[in-house]
């Protein structure tokens, strides 16, 4: 009795001191002055950019959020350094529960950040190097969860690495990280100058501080970059403009403020009514504005049309559903289309905001073959702004979908929106099959064949079948309106399935740069739903048919 | 009657009736394709699929369809215009297809940095056979069949190979396997094979070390490695002791740096003269052959490099190395060879006709080995380059190493040693089928078999394709002498060749993938690759290449083919060499049926603008307003 009193003490000992620890590494790190580091050029992952986008990369990466625990990104990477008790702090997240159950790691349930300690002496080191073992002889072998264990252990690596400083010394000294990225780099004018930083700020010396950030600074831009990277130095101020005031937030929200606005019949007709044309048409083209600005900055950051990743083509596809709306208001002045693809952007954006681990929106460097700006820009933009049509497509149906549900349906609303829906199916299936089309002949021209059943061009293909059929089937009156917006979203789930589903559920194909992982919840939901309405209005429509 | 009949096939073939379904069921079979393809490989989804003879009719029906949709609108309408020239486009796209299937190359051309090729090899599979004496083979392509095919299938290819072969059965996939001789004699003749079972916590598995194919092999955290002991009893870890005292291991070094036994040659050949230079006797001499003059300035048993240098080196593992000097009276270089590694140069290609090679004894059976060792483990190893990683990977600082040690004297048991950190942790006798409790993290280690003159094999077996694999399992043919009995058959896999001879004369047997060659030779200048810095992302790679019968060299990279007698190369990727140097692997691509698809591309271009705009007219005059 007395020994397991004493262990349980003991325990609640050891809980007690692991919080008290890390509340203590929370209220120091707090107190860090960052401000003036924001802009600090770095060269990590094969680019110039600035301590803020690192920071911020590094953040997301090891704890799941870029304010953890309401710390700034770069004041968490500093109160590592500078934390003598850094192995106890628990900030890594380990991601999968599976892996946390796996590792024995101490529960509750709920909880997801481990210190480094928890995580060796559970064993994760050995765990994730016989995998990784079994990833060099054959990399699609593996799991997720054995996926998620390596991606454990290389967070744990990356925590040691950001906690001795051979992260952001290594991107202050290229010609070191060029040669052994691991390795700390040695005694230099912008090593020693970081250290005399460091130093200031663990005795909260804020004169000393501002003099070294500024000195930092300043020896970091004189600093030897490596030729292909150097010019990049001018774009870091651009960059730290675009982290700070993220383009792409406001526009989500104003999307859904306008969206929200025009779709009372009365506010539409009010501002129908009261507000000229061309002032009305300004301020709706305000989000767009926004997009477009935070388009350029990417564009103008990686040299490419930023369409190389999920992120990038997200961000497309909003800007074209957005504009679309815009263009097809200024013509038909209809609100409730309006507010519907409003209501799309901003579902898009807003997806791209919450869920940065899965859809990175770094701007690292692309791979080789995509390097043709020229074939770059018109394939992928042509493809993916033809999904904007669909979606379109797919909003109308799915409107069309819940006004019948809720019998709100009368036949004069299926015959104009019906027509819209037909119109931007028709435009979708030009643009996708342009696209293919192109892609084919960039797909000759880079690799030597033009077709090639590639998992990537074909589900382009089915997508493409798949309204081209529902064209045809219009076409000779086998599917009225009615049915034509009702299986306008089923014909989307192609889309997904093109957009999402190769690079995240296939992963597989010549297309392997946008691959990546997660998410298959959220779309499966997605999916499910979209089946039940789809399915529960043709149903529900039958029994009224037959009642009456 | 039949004419109404007729009709209306005509009619049905041309109409949306049937073109909706067929769309279905195409979507439908790609998906399952690309579905096949994530679950297994690409490959399979191609012969499961795309290469499928049913999916190829799919496509006709799919041409005949648009071909009729557009023939049963006649007489044409000019409101028909947009509909047609889309179809033709389609039909254009579809023909350039069926011509690039059925007449068009693509294959695979590797070449090496300073060296030429002309030898492009295609995804076909052929056999071919050819007498010895007759450099022109006859072959056949065989289908990469999906199931297994006896002797009629090949019947019109037995009837060509008259008089040589005879090819009796087709495996789809094949499991090709290395396996041991039953070899009846009970002698103790080197080769000499181990199998282990090493099991742990974390780990089970069963690995042979074999004294000839593979001595060594890393396992987890540890080296496991096979060495030969001249006798067990005398314990070869005494040599242990030697290592602190300095005098006698330098007094090793003047033992070893002399061959010890048998011999040790320099091997030259121009063209077809050939000499073979003794190199103990011949320290500091010359030899002449064709133009040149080669100078052996230095032999070494226990080569390293050390400081950026060669040096002899006695802690390390036996590395037998020649350095000769070669002139051709206007230019002299300095070569390096390696009797362990033979590829390795240092002249990048210079006096390429001038073959050099050194073989020593010590390689092949190196009595010494285990004193060698006894000393290795700890030392130099922080400047070796990696040119050389076989002495590299012997002598890890801290790194933990299981010794298994053989001898012909004590034939059947084998002494297991722990080391760590250059220090003998403990030792055990194993016999077959005997467990080794190690004191490390609960290894266990248990020898499961030991053989003597352990020759392999080739052992081919039927598998299936199993998930996950980046490539299928090779298919096989079985082949026989066209004279001989059935049960002397031999299963090929794919890329075998055999021989046997008949009457005296010897014939050739070969099956794997068709090469062709090129009308023309490429030749690799060089290769550059730019990675983004402080990452190993290539930014950009491309070849300098220059093809025979052009004057300027031109540069292949992403993007960027090169076009030539109507072949086109695209760099496909590279492979870096042990040298150093690069090997460009270039797509190479021969397409009879580009302009259509080309054509096609543009004609449907042109025809989805024009009946979007045509659309839109029509509804207008519908009297529709939106």
Known sequence: MKYLLSLLLLCSGLAARADFIFDQFIAKAQSLPYEELRGLPLLNNGRIKPLESLAKETSIYLTGSYQFKGLHPIQLLLGLMISDDGENLQLIEVRSPELRKQLGLPTPESRRHYSLKELMSANLESLASALMEK?????????EVENKTIETYEQTWMFQQARNGALLLGAMEPAQAATDPA??????AVVDEFKLLMQALSTKDSVEYQKHAAELKQKLNAQNWPEPVRAQLSNIDRELFYQQYKPFRWACWIFFLFAFLMVFPKSNEWVFKTVPKTISATLLFIPLIFLALGFYIRVSITGFAPVTNMYGTMIWVALGVGFFGWIFYLIYRNGVFLALTYFGAFCLLLITEQMPLVISPD?????????SNFWLTIHVLTITISYAAFSIAMLLGNTMIIRDLLKRNNVEWIKTYGHFCYRTIQLGVFLLSIGIILGGVWADYSWGRFWGWDPKETWALIADLGFLILLHARLVGWVDLYRLLLLAPLSYLLVIMAWYGVNFILATGLHSYGFSSGGAQIVTVFVSVQLLLIFGSFFTRMLRAKKV | MLKKIMKK?????????????????????????????SRYNAEYAKLLIYKNELFGALLCLIWLNVLFAALTRWPWKRYHLGFLITHLGLLLIFGGGFLTNNYGIDGMLRVVEGQSSKYVVLQSLVVSARSGTDSTAIEFEIPRYLFEKGESTFSTMNEGFKGLAVVRGYMPFADVKEVLKASASQETREPFEVQLRIKSAMFNVEQGLNSQTQ????????LFRLLKASDLGRKPNSVEASVKDTGKASAKRTITAEPASGHALLNLKVGASEKHLDVKKAKDSTI??????????????HAAVVNNGLRESPESKVNPALVVEITDGKETIKEVLFAKFPKFSVRKGKFSDLELSYSSAEV??????????????????????????????????NGNEVRIYYSPTDSKRVLIQLWKAGKKAAEKYLAENETYQTPWMGMELTALKMSWNAEKEIQVTPTTPSEKMDQLPSSAVKVGRYDGAPSEDVWMPEGAERSFGIDGKEYFIYYGRKIIELPFAVELKSFSKIDYPGTRTPKEFESHVQVSGQFVPVTVSMNEPLHFKGYTLYQASYEPMPDGKFASVFSVNYDPGRPFKYAGGIVLALGIILLTLSKSRRMKEMGFRL
Do not use: C, W
């Not at chain 2, 096939?9 to 579905?35: N, R």
């Not at chain 2, 001595?215 to 540890?222: I, S, Y």
């Not at chain 2, 010494?368 to 600082?397: C, F, I, L, W, Y």
């Open chain 1, 135 to 143: 990833q060099k002889v054959n990399k699609r072998s593996l799991t």
């Open chain 2, 364 to 397: 092949e059976s190196s009595n010494d080995e285990v004193a060698s060792h006894g000393t290795g483990a700890g030392a130099n190893s922080e400047s070796q380059s990696s040119a050389m990683e076989g002495s590299v990977s012997s002598s890890k600082p």
């Open chain 2, 215 to 222: 001595n060594e092999l890393q396992m987890g955290p540890a």
């Open chain 1, 363 to 371: 701007m690292d460097p692309i791979v080789a073959v995509l390097r």
């Open chain 2, 288 to 301: 002449t052959i064709g133009n040149y003059k080669v100078k052996i300035k230095a032999v070494m048993s």
């Open chain 1, 183 to 188: 390795q700390t780099p040695q005694s230099s």
């Open chain 2, 9 to 37: 096939m005509f009619y049905f073939m041309g109409s949306i009736k049937l073109a909706v379904p067929v769309l279905l069921i195409l979507a439908l079979v790609v998906a399952i394709g690309t579905v096949i393809e």
